[in-house]
């Protein structure tokens, strides 16, 4: 079964747009581990929510696919991960969500043809 990991990104008022920035660099940098399905990460935001009141204040998510609960173990303990979050998101961070869930096999289509839609929408 896929697992899918959501997590949503609260910064410290202090926090300047460089340091978000640079730590929205360096999280796309994960989706080059083997325990992400199909380098399939995806980091998004500032929210388009509207009102932007039903937001919380979150500003960036991250949404992953890995192949099982053991591979999404492999992402959180890797040094990678660990690096990423300690440098660039704890010194300023306010909250954070995150969100794991599988995907009910019947469902797995669905996620498999992200891919093809994002190729299409780059033609």
């Known amino acids: ?25 360096a999280l796309r940098t994960l989706k080059s581990l083997p325990c992400v399905l199909d380098n399939r990460l995806i980091v998004g935001g500032p929210p388009v929510t509207n009102p932007i009141a039903k937001s919380k204040g979150f500003e960036y998510a991250l949404v992953s696919f890995h192949r099982d609960r053991e591979a999404l173990e492999e992402y959180q303990a890797s040094k990678e991960h660990e690096e990423v979050v300690s440098t660039y998101f704890y010194p300023y961070k306010e909250d954070v969500v995150r969100f794991d869930f599988e995907v009910d096999e019947e469902d797995e289509v669905m996620i498999g043809i992200l891919p093809m839609l994002a190729g299409k929408m780059l033609r």
């Open 1 to 25: 079964m896929t697992i899918i990991h959501i997590v949503l990104f609260k910064f410290l008022p202090s926090t300047t747009v460089t340091q978000k920035s640079s730590f929205l660099t």
